[in-house]
Antibody, heavy 117, light 106 residues
């Protein structure tokens, strides 16, 4: 079965750091476009970062310089490093498998990040 | 940056047809994807590349895209279709989502 499972969320103070993990099964992260998408409480979906099959990465302007996406092909896992966290980063963070056509066809259940003092 | 405009809400009676629009500058030249999200659940892709249906998605869901508007159409609406629906495109290395439309089944 093709699926992704996110872990690593939690409660963190402003300015802190966190690393989210997205473990994939049923497919290779190295062959796909893997994205992180977040959803603040009561709000819509916001794309955060993507890593392409060739390894190129792109980030949304709102997180550029603070968040970083990476992958470990041997573990078939994608990561999102969150640094210098702010209250407005509080959200459910979803990992999604994508494609060359830039859609997201498999989503995880998400992991919650709460930034508060 | 590219902006997608969706109506905040659409109401429809069971058995009728719901149309959810997604507006954007020359959106007809882009590939539009649609996602359904029910409360407390992760999004599910219901239409990709303007009008293609993933396996497992009912034929009642269809999509179109032309000019300045893309449309997700849900025919013979059922109570289980009540959810938030988001359109999405890719533009200049950004993945852009619309703000979402809440579909209420009366």
């Amino acid at each position: 079965e093709v699926q992704v499972v996110e872990t690593g969320g939690g409660f963190i103070q402003p300015g802190g750091s966190l690393r989210l993990s997205c473990a994939a099964s049923g497919f290779a992260v190295s062959d796909n476009y893997m994205s992180w998408v977040r959803q603040a409480p009561g709000k819509g979906l916001e794309w955060v970062s993507v890593i392409y099959a060739v390894g190129l990465t792109y980030d949304a302007e709102s997180v550029k310089g603070r968040f970083s996406i990476s992958r470990d092909i041997s573990k078939n896992t994608v990561y999102l490093q969150l640094n210098r966290l702010r209250a407005e980063d509080t959200a459910v963070y979803y990992c999604a498998k994508g494609s060359l056509h830039r859609y997201m066809d498999v989503w995880g259940k998400g992991t919650t990040v709460t930034v508060s003092s | 940056s590219y902006v997608l405009t969706q109506p905040p809400s659409v109401s429809v009676a069971p058995g009728k047809t719901a149309e959810i629009t997604c507006g954007g500058n020359n959106i007809g030249s882009k590939s539009v994807h649609w996602y359904q999200q029910k409360p407390g659940q992760a999004p599910v892709m219901v239409i990709y590349s303007d009008s293609e249906r993933p396996s497992g998605i009912p034929e009642r869901f269809s999509g179109s895209n032309s000019g300045r508007t893309s449309t997700l159409t849900i025919s013979r609406v059922e109570a289980g279709d009540e959810a938030d629906y988001y359109c999405q495109v890719w533009d200049s290395d950004d993945y852009v989502f619309g703000a979402g439309t809440k579909v209420t089944v009366l």
